[in-house]
């Protein structure tokens, strides 16, 4: 059934952006031969990419080579747009679950506090710090993280890859904007659900609050919480350009502005539809989930 | 709420995560170090001399290649892998003597051979190089014997030695080009060259590492490695800089340099350069086709603001087509704001009203669209309503280099100018001659006259004659029928820890790490 959506959305995706990468202006054989080639090597190199063929039928080869796994050669780089992916994929994903696993881990235990102590003066402070993190742009929060961490403490490295500890600014800077926003659906839901009559019937029962708390109220808040975090994860997975980018990380996000400002096809068009795939069976992988901690879900 | 809330709540997940990913490796510590960091915004595309037109490619190939001349820091000629060369009276004839025992990086031995099979390479139309353009003047390179090597030329060229020594007439190892072919200097086993460092590895927009050649003929260089890294974001780097991850940065965002050049341990490099920045004329395009016009839009920019309010202590306003650092560039003036001036020159032309005109402008240029913004209000002055349209950059080449004249829309369109050879031949000739394929020609600038000049000062070999003719071909093309609004000759400047001595950076817009020392 899952499978049912999951082909339909890929085809999608793949002819739109096949569409949109040759609506938009900018050539890549011209960009690819530089400023001072001759029109001579533009039209080697537009012969060579199989740009002059029309377009339909550049479609049609573009669909069935990426249905054997075959995504073509980057126009800017030169190497097999799968390996291009291959090398670039581990940092992108790693940064994504950290960020998740952050805002998750982050996200529920302030959203739960919040509600536990609601109108409380702990509840407003992680009411605001949330609302601030929502809505600082990632890009500024990711500076002011190295500005204070890298520059003023010293305590982490400011940019690059190469060790874990590098990853800890990109991925708070991801996570804590993520987890923002679980905070805040971890603590309405927590709140509507701790106003129910089975809970103070519960109470009433002798259970502990604790354990009403713990057992009963919270287990009611996951599904919006993963729906929420399964749908992050696409954000997550647009929001690492940025992040990327400020932190100089070798990831898909980065793969794919240079691919756009070159003009470089292939490379759109592969990585699009390997991070469309990923979504498309994340949130797939999420439904599911839903279903195993909510049983009425289940049809 | 401050941004002081959220940091203690920062700094303890900092720390809660820092432990949960386990023991990470220290930051590197101690007094002296052997290894060099250089943050620049772009990973190098290619290291094949042949196939690069991008300033971050040059600076890598620049430590890894040498041609038979080079430029020193003061854009001299010198002399590398060639001791000694001479002219013969035809003007056409070259002769390079070459150094002995200088050896590629994996040992084979250097000699005329290598300097003929590099520009057989560079000159075979079927493998269609992006340098081709810049040898077309060459008729044949030819092996005299092992240590001297003959060139010909077509006719007499007067840039000729500015363009052996240009990056891209670096020798290349025949051996390794060989096997690898068009993926020559795509990886580090396909890179092979002469110069004091050579690579060890390339991971892809993560790092290049670089490592010196002991016993090079110009001598060892004093730090043993240098790893070149590309970081894309401008604020990304100066912090990264002042939080000592790296030791010297490039293009530093002219908003930090005021900042930086008063920080404590950072030091601000600065040079000359031969890049301008200009606004130029589509002048097909009415009424811009009429050289009084494009002389009122001259004579309304005051480009003494624009320097003092967007690019303080980062540039000089421009006094001729070429920065003074060039070969053959003559002082012809600022040219000063004159709104009366510029009036009656609309008057003359049939616009005393003035006139809509359109400013592409892209943000790939430091400022791009300030400056567009600056000149579209300085012009309104004299009835002149720009409307600025801002492109990015594959859109911008796109109309410069993809589409016939008649279909190209801009009108006045912003361009950073640099001829890399640092000689008036490849900073006039490709940009403002008439030319059927309009080469690097985006406004379609015609004048009969300066199409003369140019071509005479091309075939010139007699110094003092070459200079006069571009001297007029300037006069020309920035005062009597300008091509463009030239606003400002850039400086090139990079910034570096204070630790770091012998860095030094090039007009051409690389920096010369050789003689780099790290304490």
Redesign the interface.
Known sequence: MALARVVPSLVGVSVLVFLIVHA????PA??A??????????E??RRNLGLDRPLPEQFVTFVSRALQGELGTSI????PVME?II??FPFTAILAL?SVL?AAL?GVVAGVVAAVRHNGWVDH?VM??T???VSTPGYWLG?????????WL????????????????P??TLG?QSAGEVARMTRATLLDVLGEEYLRAARARGVSWRRVLWRHALANTLVPITTILGLRFGGLLAGTVLVE????I?GMG??MV?AV???DFPMIQGGVLVVATLYVVVNAATDALAMVVNPRLRT | MSVRGLLPCALALTLAVAAGCGGGSQREGGATRDTLIFAAPADATTLDPHNTTDTESDQVIGMVFEGLLGFDDQMKIVGRLAETWSVAPDGVTWTFNLRKGVAFHDGTPFTAEAVRATFARVLDPAQKHKRLPLFVMLDRVEVVDDYTVRFVTKYQFGAFEPTIAHISSAILNPAVANRFGLGFGRSAEATSGTGPYRVVSWKKDQEIVLERVEGHWRGTPPTRRLIYRPIPEGASRVLALEAGDVDVISRVPPPELKRLEAAEGIQLLKTVSIGAQQFRFNVTKKPLNDARVRQAISHAIDRRAIVDQLVTGFATPSTGALTPIMRGYANLGEIPRDLDKARALLREAGYPNGFPLKIATTPRYPMGVELAEAVASQLKPIGITASIQVFDWATMVQFWAGLPPEKNPQEMFIMGAGASTADADWGLRPIFRTAPTNENNYGYYSNAEFDRVIEAAMRETDEARRLALYKRAQEIVYLEDPGAVWLFDNFYIVAARAGVEGVSPSPLGVVTFERAVVH
Request: contains cysteine; proline residues 7%; negative net charge.
């Open positions: 938009i202006p900018g050539d011209v960009i031969a530089g400023l001072e080639a001759t029109p001579d090597t533009v080697q190199i800017r780089t030169g190497s291009e090398s670039k950290c952050v982050v402070l605001s710090t609302l601030l993190a500076l002011m993280l190295m500005l204070t961490f890298s520059v010293g305590l982490l490295p400011a940019i690059g890859a190469s060790t874990p500890l590098h990853f800890v600014l991925v708070l804590l980018s400020v932190f100089a070798p980065r793969m240079e400002v070159a003009r």
